[in-house]
Structures are given as structure tokens and as C-alpha cells.
């Protein structure tokens, strides 16, 4: 009888040393959160968000949105987007006229690795291009001066492009507007901004 007393009372003891050891135990804080994750097989995985945003003066005028999940680790391959339409353009307007298809949208690279306080490294390299306006081209059908809506008058596309190739720091929930660019064409400012977070 004495002997289960015993055995009782230690293990009393020992379940309320856990639970007492449990209950001092203090939450992760942010940075320890991201060291854990980094941790983690395959490292943490990411969602980037990376949204183009044109200005006509102050007012927005387009917000185009894409969000990328990759993981945090170093030598993985880039998460990659690709979006958008092939536009024709003509390249000689005769008798039958020959044209030639050129790619017009989005492409994304975008990869990540940790960096130190607990920030993460992302190497991106985006690329948009769109079509605004036309441009009016003589067919050379009529001698006369063209005028835009007759036949003798063909409307080519004109193609806007933006390139964007950097690496920045951010940490989890930070957002960065990280460049902009003047259209010297409309005078329209375009913006990029990039927001990380970290996937629990």
C-alpha cells in the first residue's frame, strides 16, 4: 500500500512539473517565427504579391494585381507567371498583307532565400507590356492625302513596355513600393509595389 502511495505521489510530481514547464513556455516572437519557418523542409513558403499600378497625375487610373507562392530556400528555381494575348502588327501592306504576332502581358520571376532579422531576399524580375492606341498608316492604295476612316488608311497597334529587374528585403507583412517609371509616350507613372507574408 505504501508503495502505490508512493508511485502516486511521484507521479503526481512529475505531471506537475510538465504542465508548470508548459505554462512558462513564451510565445514565438516574430523573428523566432521566421527562424522556425526557415526550418522547415523545402523552407518557408511565401506568398508575394506584386501589383503595376498607373497614375495619370495624382489619379489612379489601373491596378493590376499577381500573387506568387514560393518557398524561401537557397538554389530553388523561380515561381514564374506568364499572362497575356499575341497582338498582330503588320509589317508590309500591299496587295495581301503580312503581319507578324508579337507576345503582349505579364511575366513574372520571382524568387526567395532568407536574409538576416528575420527578412527574406527576393530577386525579381518582371516584365509588362500592353497596347494603347493606334497609329494610322498609309496603305499607299490612294494618291490622294488619307484620311483616317477611309480603306487607304490601316491602324497599327502602339505597344507600351516596362521592364523591372531588382532584389529587395522584406519581411513578413511588409510592403515596399519599390519603383516607378514615367511613360514618355503619355506621360502616365507607373508604380510597382510588393507585399510579403509568410504562410503559417
Not at 528555381?77 to 497575356?84: L, S
Request: glycine share 8%.
Amino acid at each position: 500500500m505504501k508503495r502505490l502511495i508512493i508511485f502516486g505521489f511521484l507521479g503526481a510530481c512529475i505531471l506537475f512539473q510538465g504542465v508548470s514547464a508548459k505554462s512558462q513556455d513564451k510565445p514565438d516572437t516574430p523573428k523566432d517565427a521566421a527562424k522556425n519557418a526557415e526550418l522547415r523542409p523545402g523552407g518557408a513558403q511565401l506568398k508575394v504579391q506584386i501589383v503595376f499600378a498607373e497614375y495619370d497625375g495624382e489619379k489612379k487610373v489601373k491596378s493590376l494585381p499577381y500573387t506568387l507562392l514560393l518557398h524561401a530556400e537557397h538554389g530553388s528555381r523561380a515561381t514564374k507567371i506568364r499572362i497575356g494575348s499575341r497582338v498582330p502588327v503588320a509589317t508590309a501592306i500591299d496587295k495581301a498583307a503580312q503581319f507578324q504576332y508579337f507576345d503582349v502581358g505579364t511575366n513574372l520571376d520571382c524568387s526567395a532565400t532568407p536574409a538576416q532579422d528575420g527578412k527574406y531576399q527576393l530577386q525579381m524580375y518582371l516584365e509588362r507590356s500592353w497596347v494603347e492606341g493606334d497609329v494610322p498608316v498609309d496603305t499607299g492604295k490612294s494618291t490622294a492625302a488619307p484620311k483616317e476612316n477611309d480603306d487607304t488608311v490601316f491602324r497599327q497597334p502602339v505597344i507600351h513596355q516596362f521592364k523591372f529587374d531588382n532584389t529587395i528585403n522584406l519581411r513578413d507583412g511588409q510592403t515596399l513600393e519599390t519603383d516607378f517609371a514615367t511613360d514618355p509616350l503619355t506621360g502616365k507613372v507607373i508604380k510597382v509595389e510588393v507585399t510579403l507574408s509568410v504562410l503559417k
